[in-house]
C-alpha cells in the first residue's frame, strides 16, 4: 500500500493539517495516511506531559475518526519520546516491508530539511511530499527539489494543497484569549479543548 505519514505536535490538530492529508491523498492516490503525533521532547516527561501527550492523541483521533483512510500511528508516541524522523521512517519501514511510505511536508519543511538529525536516512526510506501553495512558491521548491535530489537522490514530489494561514500556536493563544476556535479546528476537537479546559489561561498551573 502507498502510505501518506503525517508527522506534527498536533497540540492542537487543526483544519490545515487536515486539508493538506486530504489533498496528499487525492493528488497521489495513497491508499492511506497515518497522522503521527510526536512523541514528548526530554523537558516534558513530566505527569504534565503526559497529559498533553494523551490529549494531543486524543485530538487527532477524535478528527480523523470519520475519514476511514486516515489511521492514528501511535509509532512515535507510544514510546513517549522524542524520536528522529530518520529513525521511524526506518523503523516504520522495519515494520511494514509492504508499504511505500510518503512522508509529508509543509514548504517551509522543505528548505530545513538540512537540519534534521541524520536528514540522508530519510530520503531513502520514503517519498518526500511537499506541499506548495502557489506558482510563486513553486518555482523555488522546484529548486530546492532538484538540489536535494541531486545531492543526496532524494526521490520529492512537489504537492499543490492549500495551506491556511492557521497554525496550533494561534488556536492556543485564541483558546487562552477565551477566543473561539471553532471552524479552526473540527467541532469534535473544539468541544473536547473547551470540556478539558485545554489551554484556557485561568486552568494554567503557575
Ligand atoms: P505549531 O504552531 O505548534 O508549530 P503547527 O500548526 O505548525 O503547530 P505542526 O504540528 O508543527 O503544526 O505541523 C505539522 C505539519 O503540518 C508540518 O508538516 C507543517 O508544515 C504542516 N502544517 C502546519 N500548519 C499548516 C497549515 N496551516 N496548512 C498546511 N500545512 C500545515
Ligand atoms: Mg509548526
Given at each position: 500500500m502507498?502510505i501518506?505519514i503525517?508527522?506534527?505536535?498536533?497540540?492542537?490538530i487543526?483544519i490545515?493539517?487536515l486539508?493538506?492529508?486530504?489533498?496528499?491523498?487525492?493528488?497521489?492516490?495513497?491508499?492511506?495516511?497515518w497522522?503521527?503525533?510526536?512523541?514528548n521532547?526530554?523537558?516534558?516527561?513530566?505527569k504534565?506531559g503526559?497529559?498533553?501527550?494523551?490529549?494531543?492523541?486524543?485530538?487527532?483521533?477524535?478528527?480523523i475518526?470519520?475519514?476511514?483512510?486516515?489511521?492514528?500511528?501511535?509509532?512515535e508516541?507510544r514510546?513517549n519520546r522524542?524520536?528522529?524522523?530518520?529513525?521511524?521512517?526506518?523503523?516504520?519501514?522495519a515494520?511494514?516491508?509492504e508499504?511505500?511510505f510518503y512522508?509529508i511536508l509543509?514548504?517551509?519543511?522543505l528548505f530545513?530539511?538540512?537540519?534534521?538529525?541524520?536528514?540522508?536516512?530519510?530520503?531513502?526510506?520514503?517519498i518526500?511530499?511537499?506541499a506548495v501553495?502557489?506558482?510563486k512558491?513553486?518555482?523555488?521548491m522546484?529548486?530546492q527539489?532538484?538540489?536535494?535530489?541531486q545531492?543526496?537522490?532524494?526521490r520529492?514530489?512537489?504537492?499543490?494543497?492549500?495551506?491556511?494561514?492557521i497554525?496550533?500556536?494561534?488556536?492556543?493563544e485564541r483558546?487562552e484569549?477565551g477566543?473561539?476556535?471553532?471552524?479552526?479546528v473540527p467541532?469534535?476537537?473544539?468541544d473536547?479543548?473547551e470540556k478539558?479546559?485545554?489551554y484556557?489561561a485561568?486552568?494554567?498551573?503557575?
Open positions: 502507498k501518506g503525517m508527522g506534527g505536535t498536533f497540540d492542537p487543526h490545515g493539517h486539508l493538506l492529508a486530504q489533498f496528499a491523498y487525492e493528488e497521489c492516490a495513497l491508499d492511506e495516511i497522522f503521527l503525533p510526536n512523541g521532547p526530554p523537558h516534558k516527561q513530566t504534565e503526559q497529559d498533553a501527550l494523551a490529549h494531543r492523541v486524543e485530538m487527532v483521533r477524535l478528527a475518526d470519520d475519514v476511514p483512510y486516515f489511521k492514528l500511528c501511535l509509532h508516541s514510546i522524542h524520536s528522529y524522523t530518520y529513525k521511524t521512517m526506518q523503523e516504520l519501514n515494520l511494514y516491508p508499504n511505500e512522508f509543509g514548504a517551509d519543511s530545513a530539511i538540512e537540519e534534521w538529525r541524520n536528514f540522508r536516512e530519510i530520503f531513502p526510506s520514503c518526500i511530499l511537499a501553495r502557489d506558482d512558491d513553486a518555482d523555488d522546484k529548486m527539489t532538484v538540489y536535494l535530489e545531492e543526496y537522490n532524494a520529492i514530489s512537489l504537492l499543490k494543497a492549500p495551506q491556511l494561514e497554525s496550533s500556536t494561534t488556536i492556543r483558546a484569549k477566543l473561539s476556535i471553532h471552524y479552526m467541532d469534535s476537537v473544539a473536547y479543548i478539558n479546559h485545554l484556557h485561568k486552568d494554567k498551573k503557575q
